[in-house]
């Protein structure tokens, strides 16, 4: 049986397995996938251990070893090294490569709600992995104006030199077209609000990455003052489908409902 795993901490939320047994079942292979809570001074060894493991095909990143999972893979594949942070690594003999299906899962995600990023100024809370993956699916689709946002200017700062967007404040977000949400805020076990700016108008489209719950504070404030919203379980299911191809070669034969 081959075995993988989604690591970060915490990470008991995950949707993860459950969403992996169902591309599993569906497409005749025999997975076993864990969540696997890392702290970041076991990161290295843990991922070390797996390199040697010939049942093991592969982990999913979450928060917080995006960006540290992508410095200590053997092989980095361009997304991945576009983006600065790993969501995915994928064991190849005794190597691992990091990638990142994330930008496709954003990509899919306001497609398929009929948001275009083409000309769009976009406004990115957070300045994490998630963050660095929304800056460059909105660059490499024609968004006109990218700002980033986040409590540690110097984090907001070093993103938006590596996409050509401008850094700000939580509170001083420019006016935009898209907002998303890349902090966990709104997650399970985390804070509870709002990072919305009180100034987002009315007709805008506000994107949720945090898919546990699947609504939020940001996606409820943003309905009751007219914007569009979009949930992160979308971009959940398409960037795991995506990493399920990396890791057996072909798409799930069905993706859930």
Not at 39 to 51: C, N
Not at 163 to 173: E, L, N, P, Q, T
Not at 212 to 235: C, H, N, Q, S, Y
Request: with cysteine.
């Amino acid at each position: 049986m081959k075995r993988a795993a989604v690591i970060g901490h915490p990470v008991a939320h995950s949707r993860s397995p459950a969403l992996f047994a169902r591309f599993a079942a569906a497409s005749g292979v025999e997975l076993r996938y864990d969540a696997v809570d890392v702290t970041p001074e076991l990161l290295a060894s843990t991922l070390d251990a797996w390199r040697r493991d010939p049942e093991f095909v592969g982990c999913n990143v979450t928060l917080p070893h995006k960006e540290r999972a992508l410095a200590l893979a053997d092989r980095v594949e361009p997304a991945a090294r576009a983006c600065g942070a790993a969501n995915v690594l994928t064991r190849a003999g005794h190597a691992l490569v990091a990638d990142n299906t994330d930008v496709a899962g954003i990509e899919s995600a306001l497609a398929h709600a009929g948001v275009s990023l083409r000309g769009a100024r976009v406004a990115i809370l957070g300045a994490g992995g998630a963050a660095r993956a929304v800056a460059e699916a909105a660059r490499r689709n024609g968004a006109v104006a990218i700002a980033v946002a986040a409590r540690d200017p110097l984090r907001a700062q070093a993103v938006a030199a590596a996409f050509g967007a401008v850094a700000c404040r939580f509170d001083a977000v420019p006016p935009s077209d898209v907002y998303v949400n890349a902090t966990p805020v709104g997650m399970v076990g985390q804070a509870q609000r709002s990072l919305l700016p009180a100034d987002a108008p009315a007709g805008g489209t506000a994107f949720e990455l945090v898919y546990t719950p699947e609504w939020t504070p940001f996606l409820a404030d943003a309905k009751a003052r007219g914007l569009r919203t979009v949930t992160g379980t979308a971009m959940f299911v398409a960037q795991g489908a995506a990493t399920f191809e990396r890791w057996f070669g072909f798409a799930p034969k069905e993706l859930p409902a």
